[in-house]
């Protein structure tokens, strides 16, 4: 897919620049691709008394993916929340190259896509195509981006067929490829896929691995959360949740 | 920086377009809705020729006062009510959390769902204000009616604040109907929209004052329909300019907080 985030991110003269953000990136890879990756550091949360996170702690390197396992409810969707930076974490940072999911939002966002879990977060009403265009503005793309932003989402998730139909007359498994083209749609630098395979058929696993394979190209990365790991090659660690940390899965 | 404000502006304008396009999906929404407005000007057409109060004060008057008090409604209903609603409905469908990942941003998202009700709802009172016209005979002051769009441009910015903070209270509360309900009640009692405010005791006239619906409508009536104001139109004007300019900012400041707030809290996206 294109790489869309580097027309938005670097200007010769942004003063505001991270430094990870510097120029000189090789054609078709992801500005900051030569970033620290993603750095999770002593993040602890508590829901009530109980710390569903306690001081846990990952590092994703660029051009990498990391599966995230344990049993239902232990707290793979809070941690893919706060990474997502829809929740604060009680105690510890999450940095993405860098960068601050509260204090740098707006960059830190752009950088980032998020797959969350269930089928929800489409509009019914409208159609796949509405709802890819829709998401490209609110990821800030200009118009030229944002039509070959949605050209090449559909193209790499085999929409096109079903582009030009409603949201809510899809199949489950059609569903999870709008919201995967969705995840995907910016050329984000880390993708954040929450039970991603749910409903997909091998067709439909077989797009993800190839776009997970073309965004490790370009420096990308990815978590997968579910409850066991997939098998995909793309997936390199393992790690498996269990109260509140994380320990690698061999 | 003149590309910030073009990619946010074309990212406000898509969340217009969504509006747009989910309306159009209902087909027969505009005139539902342009209907239950009939029956409410129809309504009061009949009630007006009850009213005898004597005076300067002919049947004719008091509907012309409540056709206006109506389609204030409309507004206040459109940046009051439909917004936190629509919070709900988004909150509820799992959409509201792509606002939230996205670098548009939860905030610049809410308020951008503001905008399509309030120019779907000026169709909806221009829709009304011909059909008072052509059916009851409601005669429009044609020369001061151009003035009714500033007027209902700076009234939109002197509502929205409180439509902003009633969505700032839903992020935290998760709940849009209990508080709208009231505040479209009490708005009714105390902002003149069916009757003047001096008809209500003393005690509470104070009220009318205190918020910006009151000096809206009777602007709109002075120049729509050339009743005359209670007050003078430049101070009603000044009214408007001050609630706009010290409760949007407030406003804008509570969202970003209870946005904050939801976020430690972890239930931003609950509902």
Same mark, same amino acid.
């Given at each position: 897919m294109t790489n869309y985030a580097s027309s938005l991110e670097f200007r010769p003269g942004d003063s505001n620049r991270h430094p990870s953000d510097m120029p000189a990136v090789p054609p078709g890879s992801i500005p900051g691709g030569t970033g620290s990756g993603l750095r999770v550091r002593n993040v602890t949360k508590r829901w009530d008394e109980h710390a569903v996170l306690d001081d846990l702690a990952l590092e994703i390197p660029p051009g990498t993916s990391a599966w995230v396992g344990g049993r239902n409810g232990v707290g793979k969707t809070t941690l893919l929340?706060?990474?997502? /930076?829809?929740?604060?974490?009680?105690? #510890?940072?999450?940095?993405?190259?860098?960068?601050?999911?509260?204090?740098?939002?707006?960059?830190?966002?752009?950088?980032?896509?998020? !797959?969350?879990? #269930?089928?929800?977060?489409?509009?019914?009403?409208?159609?796949?195509?509405?709802n890819l265009q829709l998401w490209a503005r609110l990821a800030l793309l200009s118009t030229s981006e944002c039509e070959t932003a949605v050209a090449?989402?559909?193209?790499?998730? #085999?929409?096109?067929? !079903?582009?030009? #139909?409603?949201?809510?007359?899809?199949?489950? /498994?059609?569903?999870?490829?709008?919201?995967?083209?969705?995840?995907?749609?910016?050329?984000?630098?880390?993708? !954040? !896929?929450?039970?991603?395979?749910?409903?997909?058929d091998d067709h439909g696993l077989s797009l993800i691995a190839a776009t997970v394979t073309e965004l490790h190209r370009r420096g990308g990365m990815t978590i997968w959360c579910s409850p066991n790991r997939p098998e995909l090659e793309q997936i390199g660690r393992g790690y498996v949740l269990n109260e509140g940390r994380l320990s690698e899965d061999r | 920086?003149?590309?910030?404000?073009?990619?946010? %502006?074309?990212?406000?304008?898509?969340?217009? *377009? $969504?509006?747009?396009?989910?309306?159009?999906?209902? $087909?027969? *929404?505009?005139?539902?809705?342009?209907?239950?407005?009939?029956?409410?000007?129809?309504?009061?057409?009949?009630? %007006?020729?009850?009213?005898?109060?004597?005076?300067?004060?002919?049947?004719?008057?008091?509907?012309?006062?409540?056709?206006?008090?109506?389609?204030?409604?409309?507004?206040?209903?459109?940046?009051?009510?439909?917004?936190?609603?629509?919070? *709900?409905?988004?909150?509820?469908?799992?959409?509201?959390? $792509?606002?939230?990942?996205?670098?548009?941003?939860?905030?610049?998202?809410?308020?951008?769902m503001m905008l399509f009700p309030f120019v779907y709802t000026l169709a909806i009172v221009v829709t009304m204000l011909a059909f008072a016209g052509i059916v009851f005979g409601l005669a429009l002051q044609w020369s001061t009616a151009a003035l009714s769009i500033p007027i209902g441009g700076l009234a939109a910015l002197a509502f929205a604040p409180f439509g902003i903070l009633i969505i700032a209270g839903v992020l935290l509360a998760k709940q849009a109907s209990v508080g709208t309900n009231w505040v479209i009640a009490g708005v009714s009692q105390i902002g003149g929209l069916y009757f003047p405010v001096t008809l209500l005791p003393g005690w509470i006239q104070w009220a009318s004052e205190v918020q910006p619906f009151t000096p809206a409508v009777d602007l709109m009536r002075h120049?729509?329909?050339?009743?005359?104001?209670?007050?003078?139109?430049?101070?009603?004007?000044?009214?408007?300019?001050?609630?706009?300019?010290?409760?949007?900012?407030?406003?804008?400041?509570?969202?970003?907080?209870?946005?904050?707030?939801?976020?430690?809290?972890?239930?931003?996206?609950?509902?």
């Open positions: 929340r706060i990474v997502a /930076g829809l929740i604060a974490a009680d105690h #510890g940072e999450v940095s993405l190259d860098g960068l601050s999911p509260q204090r740098d939002r707006r960059r830190y966002q752009r950088r980032l896509g998020f !797959l969350s879990a #269930g089928d929800r977060g489409l509009y019914a009403r409208l159609t796949v195509r509405h090449d989402s559909i193209e790499a998730f #085999g929409l096109s067929e !079903l582009a030009d #139909g409603r949201a809510d007359r899809l199949s489950l /498994g059609q569903r999870q490829r709008v919201r995967l083209a969705l995840a995907f749609l910016h050329s984000p630098r880390l993708v !954040l !896929l929450d039970e991603p395979a749910n409903s997909l | 920086m003149s590309e910030t404000v073009s990619t946010h %502006s074309a990212a406000a304008l898509a969340v217009v *377009r $969504r509006d747009f396009l989910l309306m159009l999906s209902y $087909r027969f *929404r505009f005139v539902t809705q342009a209907l239950s407005a009939f029956f409410g000007l129809t309504l009061f057409y009949y009630i %007006s020729r009850l009213v005898d109060v004597g005076g300067s004060i002919s049947t004719d008057d008091y509907y012309a006062f409540a056709v206006t008090g109506l389609m204030t409604l409309q507004v206040i209903t459109a940046t009051l009510v439909t917004p936190s609603l629509t919070l *709900r409905q988004e909150l509820v469908a799992g959409t509201f959390e $792509r606002f939230a990942v996205s670098p548009f941003g939860a905030a610049a998202g809410i308020i951008s120049v729509l329909l050339g009743l005359p104001m209670p007050e003078p139109a430049w101070l009603a004007v000044l009214k408007l300019v001050f609630f706009a300019a010290i409760l949007l900012p407030v406003s804008v400041w509570a969202l970003n907080r209870s946005i904050k707030i939801s976020t430690r809290r972890g239930t931003m996206i609950e509902y």
